[in-house]
């Protein structure tokens, strides 16, 4: 093999299925797991359920089966399900402190994307899932910025299974990096005619600072820091004109 499947796992060579697999273009989202977290039964609980031939699947991920030496009339389900195991498997191993490490090098590097919000300044997405059951929803992207959710631009992206990261990822992500938990902007746009707002847009964004306005008293009331702190309230938007 050539050096371009060096790896940084703690085998000399990345396994070859898994290569392919990350080159696959949509798959970008993904991180590659290590061999022995594949390997290791008690991190595949329950797995069985979800897809069927666990062990040869296994074998093939971590390449010690050619998919090729299959039957030729089962290669096709034996493909499909063992990127089915691998995203299950994915959503597990990126709990982990050595799956967050890979995935804080992606969030940095932007591979999820960045936020459209205008107000957020491209701050960069994590991917989530709405469900942790395959086959329900697809994937995510969640911007802790806003705290919204967005759907990937991408249709490659937009057809992955939200399963394969799981509901529990970003929060996971942010406890661990909490140099990643940005300050909340309190800008929002108003629309206007002419440089008046209109009224019912006027009486919501007022509704709005208010509630802000209520919750940031009684977060100070019980001693909370709500400015200039990490994940708190930003206030250096410009007024806008009445």
């Avoid at 919750?215 to 990490?230: D, F, M």
Wanted: charged residues 25%.
């Amino acid at each position: 093999m050539g050096d371009e499947y060096i790896s940084d796992s703690s085998s000399d060579f990345t396994d070859y299925w898994i290569d392919l697999f990350l080159g696959i273009k949509g798959n970008e989202y993904f991180c590659d797991i290590d061999d022995e977290y594949i390997r290791d039964r008690f991190n595949l609980t329950g797995l069985n359920q979800e897809v069927s031939r666990l062990p040869t699947l296994i074998d093939i991920i971590t390449d010690l089966v050619d998919i090729e030496s299959q039957p030729e009339e089962h290669r096709d389900a034996l493909e499909h399900n063992a990127r089915v195991l691998y995203g299950l498997i994915h959503a597990r191993y990126i709990l982990t402190t050595r799956g967050l490490n890979k995935m804080f090098e992606k969030y940095r590097n932007g591979d999820f994307g960045y936020c459209p919000r205008v107000h957020c300044q491209l701050h960069p997405l994590l991917p989530v899932g709405l469900h942790d059951s395959p086959r329900v929803s697809s994937v995510k992207l969640y911007c802790s910025k806003c705290e919204d959710l967005y759907n990937p631009k991408s249709g490659r992206h937009s057809v992955i299974d939200g399963a394969y990261f799981g509901s529990s990822f970003p929060a996971m992500f942010l406890q661990n990096f909490s140099q990643a938990i940005p300050t909340h902007s309190a800008e929002m746009y108003t629309p206007k005619v002419f440089g008046f707002k209109l009224h019912e847009y006027s009486k919501l964004n007022r509704w709005r600072e208010l509630q802000r306005s209520h919750l940031e008293r009684r977060l100070t009331s019980k001693g909370i820091e709500t400015k200039n702190v990490v994940g708190g309230f930003t206030h250096n938007a410009p007024k806008e004109n009445e």
